[in-house]
């Protein structure tokens, strides 16, 4: 079992609508939950970060983490074309120098 | 502010080959780590230097190296490369602020092709 799962899509979704992508971790040391977003063939682009359990918004970006059930979500409010990437979750333990743990991705396209 | 630069862009090699790679950090940012990208995966930590040392690795072999300038920039070397090689290289620039060490910026990306 990998210690971070993605379901890698695609998610197709109309222009407009919330966009809900999740994660599940199996690695209970983990401390921050973070989201990043892919362009093809470019860097990742930090999105946001949360520390523990809870909610945390950003414009049209809402992440929660729910540490009991080892869950994490990204929404994005009234999605654009501009949206359509591959979305990484990742999780870090903290306190060290380990480096994150990727998901795999889930590739979102956003239908105009 | 200049984000993560990295160097160069792309790359192809042949089996057998060594290659080294370059990561310049964010203004500010003492802090590298090393990722590896293959097509359709997450980034996997390779390591991460500070203060011009290795300071934890992942599961990569000795064949990935890495050095840290008093600048902070880095190098990512490959020696003897493999075709399971062939991927995105990301850097990764840290700094301790608020989110600790989980706030990393990352650079564009050197594709290797071997």
């Known amino acids: 079992q990998k210690e971070v799962e993605q379901d890698p899509g695609p998610l197709s979704v109309p222009e407009g609508a919330i966009v809900s992508l999740n994660c599940t971790y199996s690695?209970?040391?983990?401390?921050?939950f973070m989201w990043y977003r892919q362009y093809s063939r470019k860097g990742p682009e930090l999105l946001m970060y949360?520390?523990?359990?809870g909610n945390k918004e950003d414009g049209r970006f809402t992440a929660q983490v729910d540490k009991s059930s080892k869950y994490i979500s990204l929404f994005i409010r009234d999605s654009q074309p501009s949206d359509s990437a591959t979305y990484l979750c990742a999780g870090y333990s903290g306190g060290g120098a380990d480096g994150l743990t990727f998901g795999k991705g889930t590739h979102l396209i956003i239908q105009p | 502010d200049a984000g993560v630069t990295q160097s160069p862009t792309h790359l192809i090699k042949t089996r057998g080959q060594q290659v080294t790679l370059r990561c310049s950090p964010k203004?500010?940012?003492?802090?590298v780590s090393w990722y590896q990208q293959a097509l359709g995966q997450g980034p996997q930590f390779i390591f991460q230097?500070?203060?011009?040392?290795?300071?934890q690795r992942g599961n990569f072999p000795d064949r990935f190296s890495g050095h840290q300038f008093p600048n902070y920039s880095s190098e990512l070397n490959v020696n003897a490369l493999l075709l399971g090689d062939s991927a995105l290289y990301l850097c990764?620039?840290?700094?301790?602020?608020?989110?600790?060490?989980?706030?990393?910026?990352f650079g564009p990306g050197t594709r290797l092709t071997v």
């Open positions: 990764a620039s840290i700094t301790d602020g608020p989110g600790g060490l989980a706030e990393q910026y």
């Open positions: 230097y500070y203060e011009e040392e290795e300071r």
């Open positions: 690695n209970s040391a983990f401390q921050y």
């Open positions: 203004s500010g940012h003492d802090t």
């Open positions: 949360t520390y523990s359990s």
